[in-house]
């Protein structure tokens, strides 16, 4: 079982920057991938960006340039600067992480509201 801790979310005006954390515990494996997910309000949860544990990224096409995922495997936590934040970044922001093919876990999710 693998517990995902998100910190970071809040308030922030348009133009501004953010910075998301998760941090992972429990039974973690070398294979795994982490990611941040959201949801915007009446709308699917959507991928915004992974890596995996070798620093492999794949970023949503509309988040390239504005956002970058991170992570410190010797903290087993990922991060997500967000930078350039538009009305329309305001969601719940998901951390994931997945191993072992099948394993796929979520963590309980950090507003982000973009507004003046």
């Known amino acids: 079982q693998v517990q995902l801790v998100e910190s970071g979310g809040g308030l922030v005006q348009p133009g501004g920057s953010l910075t998301l954390s998760c941090a992972a515990s429990?039974?973690?494996?070398?294979?795994?991938?982490m990611g941040w997910y959201r949801r915007a309000p009446g709308k699917e949860r959507e991928l915004v960006a992974d890596?995996?544990?070798?620093?492999?990224?794949n970023y949503q096409d509309s988040e390239k340039g504005r956002f970058t995922i991170s992570r410190d495997n010797a903290k087993n936590t990922v991060y997500l600067q967000m930078n350039s934040l538009k009305p329309e970044d305001t969601a719940v922001y998901y951390c994931?992480?997945?191993?072992?093919?099948?394993?796929?876990?979520w963590g309980q999710g950090t507003q982000v509201t973009v507004s003046s």
């Open positions: 429990g039974r973690i494996f070398s294979d795994n991938v």
């Open positions: 994931n992480l997945q191993q072992r093919l099948s394993e796929n876990y």
């Open positions: 890596i995996t544990i070798s620093g492999r990224t």
